[in-house]
Each structure stands twice: as structure tokens, then as C-alpha cells.
């Protein structure tokens, strides 16, 4: 009987240490898969976590960035489709365009906004770019349709002014209003020195 008994502990505890695995690869599968939709053209919800910055801090940050640009770079350079048009509220809208390049290993997405069908803004969304030094340069974002802000952050993955650790150039939240113009609403991060760099490098264009 006693043996019964822990047979029967025995069993239902591999059960609970199964399902324990089953529901984590669940979870890693559905983290890892995030752009796998039609709508992956609107980015990554992760960059707009309240601790998505802070996780990036630790020493395991670059290769969060590496991992998250992977995946924009094989979303968009493998799509069939070159634009996604979504419309807003008050006769706004957006459309987001891939301009395909000869070479796949660098793809510029743009966010462009309307306004009774009128272009009225615009801004970079996604950029990968393969070089030498500052040459190497990646923009990441998230549009959020419900609240109309675009999360992004901008780096270079190879930073020769910091032993060539990646470096985070900026961090921001911005809104696209009624009037179709795009606002920046939050600078959470801003490395003046990389900035100048983007600029000397025409990486804002």
C-alpha cells in the first residue's frame, strides 16, 4: 500500500514538473515568436515595458538588442508585403513602408502620417545598417494603435568611444496627434556624444 502511495507521489509529481516545463517553453515560444503576425510592421510591444530600459543595463543588454534586431531584420527583409497602411482616429492615418534595398542585410522602414490623406509627417522606425565602425547602426520601434505612441530606441551595436560595447545613443516615447504631426513626448535616454555621431553619419536620414 505504502508503495502504491509513493508510486502514485511519484507520478503526479513528474506530472507537475511536465506541465511546469510544457507552460515556460509556452511562454519563451510565444516571447520569441512576438513578431510572428500580420502586424509585425508595428514592432515589438516589449520596447514600451516599463523596465524594458533598465533590463537593457544589465550585462546581458547587447544581447537583447542583437536578439530583437534579428528578428525586425528577418520579419522584414523575408516579407512579401512593402508597406502597412492603418487608419487612426479624426481622419488620421499611418502607413509604414519598407524601402527594399539590394543588399538584405540593411533595411530602412519609415512611418509616414496623414491627414485626410495628406502626407503631414514622418519618422525613421527601423534601420539596419552593416559597416565599419559607426557604420554599424540599428533603430528599433513599437507603434502602439490604442494609444497612438511610438516607443524606440536607436544604437550602434559596436561603439569604438566605449571598447566596442554597444552603445545606446537614445530612448524615447513619442505621439502622433490630431494634426498628424509626430511629438515627442518623453526623452528617457540620450547620449549626446553618440548623437553627434549620428549626426556627422547622417544615420537621422
Not at 510572428?36 to 515595458?49: C, E, M, P, Q, R
Not at 495628406?118 to 547602426?137: A, E, H, L, P, V
Not at 520601434?141 to 551595436?157: A, C, D, G, R
Not at 566596442?164 to 530612448?171: A, E, F, L, R
Request: hydrophobic residues 35%; positive net charge.
Amino acid at each position: 500500500m505504502i508503495t502504491l502511495k509513493k508510486t502514485y507521489s511519484s507520478f503526479a509529481l513528474f506530472l507537475i514538473i511536465l506541465i511546469s516545463i510544457c507552460c515556460k517553453q509556452a511562454v519563451d515560444t510565444s516571447s520569441k515568436n512576438a513578431l510572428h503576425n500580420k502586424n509585425y510592421f508595428v514592432g515589438d510591444s516589449i520596447l514600451a515595458k516599463a523596465n524594458y530600459f533598465n533590463f537593457l543595463k544589465n550585462r546581458k543588454g547587447d544581447l537583447v538588442l542583437k536578439n530583437q534586431n534579428e528578428e525586425y531584420l528577418k520579419q522584414y527583409s523575408l516579407s512579401e508585403n512593402d508597406e502597412l497602411y492603418i487608419t487612426l482616429k479624426d481622419n488620421v492615418s499611418i502607413k509604414l513602408v519598407n524601402e527594399k534595398q539590394t543588399d538584405r542585410s540593411i533595411v530602412k522602414v519609415n512611418l509616414f502620417t496623414y491627414v485626410n490623406n495628406k502626407k503631414t509627417d514622418s519618422i525613421q522606425f527601423y534601420r539596419n545598417i552593416s559597416g565599419d565602425g559607426f557604420g554599424n547602426y540599428n533603430c528599433l520601434s513599437y507603434f502602439n494603435k490604442k494609444t497612438n505612441k511610438i516607443w524606440q530606441i536607436k544604437y550602434f551595436p559596436l561603439n569604438p568611444l566605449r571598447g566596442n560595447s554597444i552603445g545606446i545613443v537614445s530612448y524615447t516615447e513619442s505621439s502622433i496627434n490630431v494634426d498628424g504631426t509626430i511629438k515627442s513626448d518623453s526623452l528617457h535616454y540620450l547620449d549626446e556624444s553618440l548623437d553627434v555621431e549620428m549626426e556627422k553619419y547622417n544615420l537621422y536620414y
